[in-house]
């Protein structure tokens, strides 16, 4: 991974992003530019990153907000920062915009919402148009000291799976993957997904995929590909305040396993995620 870029607001930061004015819901087009002039006005350094990809196109950077500031004043300002770079759009029917991760035990622990180790994966792999930005905003991290996510570089694996694929052809290499209903603003269903692609998302990987699926040959590829992945990995065990904002199409995302107090995890960890579409013309 490239270096990781923080971010540090101060109480006058966050308090010129508060005064910016509050925004709920989907963006529409209209409102948009205002919006991303009033934040660069109020926070100039942060013009580098205004548009509908700014932040897909840095990767992945952390924002720090002040920790002892209220929870509405952290969501507000992640709020307007988030929509400052990316066209932010509820895809899940049902979920607000900043969807709480949940945390429980009854789920399949390697699966979203499970306390065990989730596999890293793309968002909404099975999708023509996977969500193009994501947000993680840490309110209360996990009280057991575990749950840091983990982010990948698909650059970074792609140029291992150049260098050490010897002989192997990764090239033909699909699955099956994941449901597809509630979904809004992410394309269509594809019943098969091509690991690789000239196109971004030029890695649609998820280590949630039924190995069952496979031929001999084709696990002992897909086994491959995930240990260059995981090999690729960086931890970022976020705090509260942190938001962390990166390219759903570019880094790879999982988490760590919640630590063995897990069972307190289920009412305290509380980090919050939202995401940005691909963006029209006329948002940008
Ligand atoms: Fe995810």
């Not at 066209?87 to 991760?101: E, K, M, N, Y």
Request: glycine share 10%.
């Amino acid at each position: 991974m490239k270096p990781l870029l923080w971010l540090d607001f101060d109480d006058d930061e966050v308090d010129a992003l508060l005064a910016v004015g509050p925004v709920s819901g989907a963006d529409g087009h209209g409102e948009l530019g205002a919006l991303r002039e009033r934040v660069c006005r109020a926070v100039p350094r942060l013009s580098r990153f205004a548009g509908c990809g700014g932040w897909a196109a840095r990767r992945l950077t952390v924002i720090r907000m002040p920790a002892e500031r209220a929870d509405e004043h952290l969501e507000r300002c992640a709020d307007v920062v988030f929509r400052l770079g990316a066209h932010a759009h509820p895809v899940v029917d049902g979920w607000p915009f900043w969807h709480r991760i949940p945390v429980d035990p009854d789920r399949p622990a390697n699966r979203y919402g499970g306390v065990g180790y989730n596999d890293i994966h793309l968002d909404m792999v099975n999708c023509t148009l996977p969500p193009r930005v994501i947000a993680f905003l840490c309110l209360e991290p996990d009280p057991g000291g575990g749950g840091e996510s983990l982010f990948v570089d698909v650059e970074d694996v792609l140029a291992e799976l150049s260098a050490g694929a010897s002989g192997r052809d990764l090239s033909g290499l699909s699955y099956a993957e994941g449901r597809f209903s509630g979904y809004s603003a992410v394309g269509e269903a594809m019943a098969r997904i091509p690991l690789l692609s000239d196109a971004e998302p030029r890695l649609r990987f998820t280590g949630k995929a039924d190995r069952g699926q496979f031929s001999a040959a084709e696990r002992e590829s897909f086994a491959f590909v995930e240990s260059t992945v995981n090999a690729c990995a960086d931890a970022v065990l976020l705090q509260r305040g942190q938001l962390a904002v990166f390219s759903n199409l570019t880094v790879l995302h999982g988490r760590r396993a919640l630590g063995t107090r897990s069972e307190h995890s289920v009412g305290t960890r509380r980090v919050l995620q939202a995401y940005g579409i691909q963006c029209q013309k006329q948002s940008s």
